[in-house]
């Protein structure tokens, strides 16, 4: 019997695709940087279909490639082009088991849409804050693969900071569970820690325990003209210490990037400020009723004081707020329809910020010179997304030739800084060398053993984070 009958045996053929037509879009990743081939694209309705799955393709030998939402950026979703991995869709384990607005928790399975979470918490009164560009589309299940990041990081912490514990189904399909939503619990190896971020490759996760939070009842919203990028860094010390961890977003978003937005986003609009280079968008809010726009405008007033701030729009209804969202939401998908871009998600220590925009910048004038700096991000994380636009009319050749020698002396740079070449999109495929290239020796060894240890076969998720010995040149 060849493989494919095998599988529908086992899963039954409602649960499986076979066709082009039904795989294609499991096959392409969000970027469009791989496509790939696959033997099936499963879909499990339940987690005893996961486990009989992964031990099924673990005694075969069969490469299991996990999938969420498929909004990834670095390829982690996409299988090889060998055509004979199998693509594990999480898509119908889509329930929420439970919501505890009490204990503050949630229980929800991997291919609930982050929406869907947002929503259930909403609807239990209370805030679950996790929020990214894609969240009407990622999966929290790919969240807690990728330990997503997004613009809410300041106040509540990564992904791995909002789950207290995960359901997984291991290599060889065992079932690790801790659901129970304890806050404490010092049993052994933090096994929950340690899925969370691994991107498919340690365990397929099937559900999650996640901390819920109260609902802000004050926000305040605003658009802000900066005199340059230090002066973001000086304003939220300002904000901070004015309003401690009431402050829950500092994006930066340069004028390119906004002039982008306007030209290529239908529904954007402009907030008419005095052009400035940068800008900032800040929210803050608190669980209490309070003042929350006079707060924000008295330090923004004092930093106007010091020359920090040049200008700045407070929302002063919700479609206000939401249309300074948009302004910075957009960033990627004007960027996209400005053309090719070499993307570089990177981090610094939050002070570093301006000097990693003003080294970088020089690097992209030498090394890219058809194209303009777009870095723009969660600078209160001390993460940019240092990428890099091609300019109109530029010869498309020589700019994507320029990718390995800018990604080398970005990289180069953040790693001379004290940071990251990888802030929040993980590994994946796309920056596997750049991990054996960036990481210590010692703990490139330790993940190959904890590897070794979870996944002797090497059935999950193959060539993502890491590549097997053979692989290596
Ligand atoms: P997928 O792309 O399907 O998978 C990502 C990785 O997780 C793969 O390695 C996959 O194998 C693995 N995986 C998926 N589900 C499981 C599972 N159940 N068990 C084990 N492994 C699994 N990211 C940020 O961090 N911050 C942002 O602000 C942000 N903004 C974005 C904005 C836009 C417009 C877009 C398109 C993307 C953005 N992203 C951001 C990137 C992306 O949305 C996140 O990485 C997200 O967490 C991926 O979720 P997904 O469900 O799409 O996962
Ligand atoms: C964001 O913060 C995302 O908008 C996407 O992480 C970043 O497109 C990018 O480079
Ligand atoms: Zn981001």
Request: net charge negative.
């Amino acid at each position: 019997m060849d493989l494919r009958a095998r599988l529908t045996r086992l899963l039954g053929a409602e649960n499986l695709k076979f066709s082009a037509e039904d795989t294609a879009r499991y096959l392409t990743d969000h970027r469009r940087l791989y496509t790939g081939k696959a033997l099936a694209v499963a879909m499990p309705r339940d987690v005893p279909q996961v486990s009989a799955l992964l031990a099924w393709c673990n005694d075969a030998g069969i490469g299991v490639v996990p999938q969420g939402g498929n909004t990834g950026y670095c390829g982690g979703a996409t299988p090889d082009e060998s055509g004979t991995q199998v693509v594990l869709s999480l898509e119908r384990l889509a329930r929420i088991r439970s919501v505890d607005a009490d204990a503050q928790t949630m229980v929800a399975e991997a291919g609930c849409v982050l929406a869907q979470v947002q929503g259930a918490a909403a609807s239990a009164g209370c805030l679950f804050p996790l929020s990214l560009g894609s969240e009407g589309s990622c999966q929290i299940g790919g969240n807690l693969a990728t330990n997503a990041g997004g613009t809410a990081v300041l106040r509540y912490g990564m992904t791995r900071d909002l789950t207290l514990g995960l359901e997984a189904v291991l290599a060889d399909g065992s079932v690790v569970s801790n659901l129970s939503g304890l806050r404490k619990d010092n049993t052994g190896y933090d096994l929950t820690g340690l899925l969370v971020g691994s991107e498919g490759t340690l365990g397929v996760i099937t559900a999650a325990c996640l901390k819920l939070y109260p609902q802000p009842r004050s926000r305040a919203c605003a658009w802000i003209a900066l005199r340059d990028a230090r002066a973001a860094v000086e304003l939220l010390a300002g904000l901070r210490g004015a309003l401690g961890d009431r402050v829950t977003t500092c994006e930066l978003v340069p004028h390119v990037a906004l002039e982008l937005v306007l030209r290529h986003i239908p529904e954007a609009r402009d907030p008419g400020l005095s052009p400035a280079a940068w800008y900032l968008l800040v929210e803050v809010t608190a669980v209490e009723e309070a003042d929350l726009d006079a707060s924000l405008e008295r330090v923004l007033a004092a930093a106007a004081e010091r020359g920090i701030v040049l200008d700045a729009a407070l929302a002063r209804s919700e479609r206000q707020r939401e249309d300074f969202w948009r302004l910075r939401e957009s960033v990627p998908e004007a960027q996209r329809a400005a053309g090719g871009s070499l993307k570089h998600d990177v981090s610094v220590p939050v002070a570093r910020v301006p000097e990693l925009i003003e080294r970088g910048a020089a690097h992209v004038a030498t090394l890219a010179p058809e194209g303009f700096l777009v870095a723009y991000g969660h600078a209160g994380d001390g993460n940019l997304h240092f990428n890099v636009n091609q300019r109109p009319g530029a010869d498309a050749a020589a700019f994507r030739s320029r990718e390995s020698a800018l990604k080398r002396a970005i990289h180069d740079l953040v790693a001379e800084m004290g940071g990251s070449f990888s802030a929040e999109h993980g590994i994946g495929r796309l920056k596997v060398e750049e991990l054996e290239r960036y990481a210590a020796p010692s703990e490139l060894a330790a993940m190959r053993a904890i590897k070794h240890a979870l996944d002797p076969r090497g059935i999950l998720n193959p060539g993502k984070v890491l590549r097997a010995a053979r692989e290596r040149p």
